[in-house]
């Protein structure tokens, strides 16, 4: 059986306190944190195709941009502005990365300088997608092909080397730049985390990802198999539950 995406997750220095922050800027349910982790769920109307935001403690420092953040959607300028405002208040900053006026989106930091755009409203490519409308990231085309096969998610962008998916069932996009992809430097701060049935085979899911173009990492946690996609960013997968 094809593993489901169960959480994007966050490495953060105070998981409870960025907990807090995306929680209030995304209007997500924010569950009890503690030193070592918390996560937000989204309201069912959100169109986040089931997934959770996850924040587990790392004290890895941050080198260089992010290879992948989110994307924000407005429904007016208003509410682009409303949501800017509101991410200064609970503690965000502008950042920038390069970003030219015209372009229309306004990009931000966390309060652990994870960056994060807010895209202005009116964006085709967003239309049907929830608050977060990407994780936009930077990677290969051959990484978009994987993570289109290992989720069961079609392609709904593949041109120019550029490529993104999505669920069957809507929701946030996952999109992908294409060449040139930055060299990677450490550890990812957002990385993706699968899980299975209850009735799933892990040691078969995990040859099957590996068929696909996967390595097996060294270590994981909490019960959870470390593996690398096709570009070495680190993914988990859950033990069935």
């Not at 429904?75 to 609970?90: C, F, G, K, M, Y």
């Not at 957002?190 to 899980?195: D, S, T, V």
Request: aromatic share 8%; proline share 6%.
């Amino acid at each position: 059986m094809t593993s489901r995406l169960f959480a994007i997750c966050f490495n953060a220095t105070r998981p409870a306190d960025l907990a807090r922050f995306w929680s209030g800027v995304l209007d997500w349910e924010w569950t009890d944190g503690t030193d070592t982790a918390a996560e937000i769920l989204p309201p069912e109307a959100d169109g986040a195709a089931g997934y959770r935001i996850r924040f587990l403690a790392s004290q890895a420092p941050k080198t260089g941009q992010n290879r992948a953040h989110f994307d924000l959607t407005s429904t007016s300028p208003q509410d682009q502005r409303q949501t800017v405002a509101r991410a200064l208040e609970l503690g965000g900053k502008h950042i920038d990365v390069g970003q030219l006026p015209e372009e229309g989106h306004v990009v931000l930091a966390d309060p652990d300088g994870n960056e994060f755009c807010v895209i202005a409203a009116g964006n085709k490519f967003l239309a049907d997608t929830g608050v977060i409308g990407a994780l936009a990231c930077d990677g290969t085309q051959e990484v978009g092909y994987f993570w289109s096969a290992a989720l069961g998610w079609p392609l709904v962008w593949d041109q120019d080397q550029e490529t993104a998916i999505q669920s069957p069932d809507g929701g946030t996009k996952i999109t992908w730049g294409g060449p040139p992809v930055a060299p990677k430097a450490g550890t990812n701060r957002l990385y993706l985390e699968l899980a299975l049935p209850a009735d799933a085979d892990r040691e078969a899911e995990v040859e099957r990802l590996i068929a696909l173009g996967a390595t097996r990492g060294d270590g994981g946690e909490d019960g959870r198999v470390l593996m690398l996609d096709p570009d070495g960013n680190e993914f988990t997968l859950r033990r069935p539950s």
